[in-house]
């Protein structure tokens, strides 16, 4: 089949190359021709795993191009794969949803189908249908289907070639049909049913595995207070198949391009039809304060921060990403910047996008080891295997003052039991903490 993928982010490319794997012609849309660029030198604007082999192994039948006019004339299906960022009061911004829809309508010369992938607020293929009528040449009928993605970040490719379902949202049995075409190869339990009940399994997902992360960081905030230990908590909980044992890790919050922005889409939505989401907005406000409780933690060791050398390990909202949307590194770092800090920071993979954002007040380190050097304190944003991996006799070692606030649990506390660190992690006991007050003032 020929298709066309409008935005080559995470959503859109993957898309692309993976229905290309799949045997499908696919064109993948970009505005942005530096991007479109470096796609056609066979290399990915976008770091994820398999994605550039995949794009060299499918290279044939993947063709890259600003050029929308011929993709969206020639297409028997066209995916519309961009972003639906936050507006400022929280609201899902579709300007570039109806900018792709604009160049669509202006350029189909057959009836197509348009399949919506990005995450829009419920009601949106409805009014997307209407817009496209209103708009094309006379004779011509554009489809509108909702067809949501649940890819997360990382392991991007194989959730998309294995994943989890496949909804259809559309009214239509033909347009239905040529879904099923276009996925026949895939092998994913298939859901087909209204536009708007599509729209609604997107976001009441995303949704409620934010809730499901807030509740463990609740449940894991109260444990810290209570002396019970979160991880054998969430294990307890997760042998219970209907709770389950994913999404209960506790830590400093959830950040990337998707909760955040569509437990407030959520939120926003509901409320703009009088009705008030309390669970979505609990889970959103203790999200927000979960970021905040490192610096709460580091205050416990040292009233004073001005001035203070500080490890930072992480910078990403995960690992193996080079994303910091949300991340809580954002909230934290300008934070202990106005607090005078020395700050040295070290990421595999994200310090590049953080330099763009604060080019000076950081120091940028290339090892781990050369972040710990002579520092007060240390700050574990991302669990990242080299973290997880490392020594950590090298924390006693390297720092000046062995003070780990870890927030992504990435050790045991037995690992810090015979040491002199003071090991602080999230909604578990403080290790070697009685000498903490030799630290600072508690
Ligand atoms: C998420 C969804 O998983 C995906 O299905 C959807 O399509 C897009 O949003 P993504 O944002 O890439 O994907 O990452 P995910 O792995 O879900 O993690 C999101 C955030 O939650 C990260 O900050 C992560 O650290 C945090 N998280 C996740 C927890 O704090 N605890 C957990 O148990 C799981």
């Known amino acids: 089949m020929k298709i066309a993928v409008a935005g080559t982010g995470y959503v859109g490319l993957v898309t692309g190359v993976c229905l290309a794997e799949n045997g499908h012609e696919v064109t993948c849309v970009d505005v942005d021709e530096a991007k479109i660029a470096l796609m056609n030198q066979g290399i990915s604007p976008i770091y994820e795993d398999g994605l550039e082999e995949l794009m060299q192994k499918n290279k044939q039948r993947l063709c890259y191009t600003t050029d929308y006019m011929q993709a969206y004339?020639?297409?028997?299906?066209?995916?519309?794969?961009?972003?639906?960022?936050?507006?400022?009061?929280g609201s899902a911004n579709l300007k570039y949803v109806y900018s792709v829809a604009d160049q669509i309508a202006e350029n189909v010369v057959k009836d197509c189908v348009v399949v919506v992938k990005s995450t829009v607020p419920i009601g949106t293929n409805d009014r997307l249908e209407v817009y496209f009528e209103e708009r094309v040449r006379a004779g011509i009928r554009v489809f509108v289907a909702s067809n949501p993605e649940f890819l997360a970040q990382g392991t991007a490719v194989k959730d998309t070639l294995y994943p989890s379902r496949i909804i259809i949202g559309t009214e239509e049995d033909f347009v239905a049909n040529i879904l099923k075409k276009v996925y026949q190869d895939f092998s994913a339990p298939l859901l087909i049913t209204n536009r708007k009940s599509a729209e609604m399994i997107k976001y009441a997902s995303n949704d409620f595995l934010a809730l499901k992360i807030s509740y463990i960081n609740?449940?894991?905030?109260?444990?810290e207070l209570v002396g019970a230990d979160i991880e054998d908590v969430a294990?307890?909980?997760?042998?219970?198949?209907?709770?389950?044992?994913?999404?209960?890790?506790?830590?400093?919050?959830?950040?990337?391009?998707?909760f955040p922005k569509d437990t407030k889409a959520l939120h926003w939505f509901a409320n703009f039809h009088d009705y008030e989401m309390k669970t979505i907005k609990a889970a959103i406000e203790v999200n927000d304060n979960q970021k905040l409780r490192m610096i709460k933690k580091a205050r416990k060791f040292y009233r004073e921060l001005k001035g203070l050398t500080i490890s930072v390990l992480g910078l990403t909202f995960k690992p193996g990403t080079d994303d910091l949307r949300e991340a809580p590194s954002l909230v934290n770092i300008p934070i202990l910047m106005d607090e005078e800090c020395k700050i040295q920071a070290w990421d595999p993979v994200g310090s590049e996008n953080f330099k763009k954002r604060f080019p000076e007040g950081i120091v940028y380190c290339d090892t781990i080891e050369e972040a710990l050097t002579n520092s007060d304190l240390c700050m574990i944003f991302t669990d990242w295997e080299e973290i997880k991996r490392l020594d950590v006799h090298k924390y006693s070692e390297y720092m000046r003052k062995p003070i780990v606030i870890d927030g992504r649990n990435c050790y045991h506390l037995e690992q810090f039991e015979d040491t002199d660190?003071?090991?602080d992690s999230v909604g578990r006991r403080i290790v070697n903490g009685a000498h903490s007050i030799g630290y600072g003032v508690m």
Not at 239 to 255: P, T, V
Request: proline fraction near 2%.
């Open 218 to 223: 609740e449940i894991a905030n109260l444990c």
């Open 421 to 423: 660190i003071i090991y």
């Open 235 to 258: 294990t307890g909980m997760g042998f219970d198949s209907r709770i389950g044992n994913k999404f209960l890790h506790a830590g400093i919050g959830y950040g990337g391009s998707c």
């Open 73 to 89: 004339s020639t297409a028997d299906v066209i995916f519309i794969g961009v972003g639906t960022p936050e507006k400022r009061d």
